[in-house]
């Protein structure tokens, strides 16, 4: 399955800030974000649905992050 968020995370040292935290939580799924897009676009491929965790993962380091139905 493939889960979509809207989140702030809007640079590259963002990102590379929250990479191990992603990597923790998702360690056999692909992600990544689409920086170049308005809405900063998370993107995981992942057969377990994991987006309440991600939400939290993503707010606990005040970014905001909201999956995308």
Do not use: G
């Amino acid at each position: 399955m493939i889960y979509v968020f809207k989140t702030s995370v809007n640079s590259k040292k963002k990102r590379l800030f929250i990479k191990p935290i992603l990597d923790e939580i998702l360690p056999n799924s692909a992600w990544n974000f689409a920086l170049d897009d308005k809405d900063n676009i998370l993107r995981i491929e992942s057969e377990q649905n994991l987006s309440e965790i991600i939400v939290k993962a993503l707010n606990k380091y005040d970014f905001n992050c909201n999956e995308l139905h």
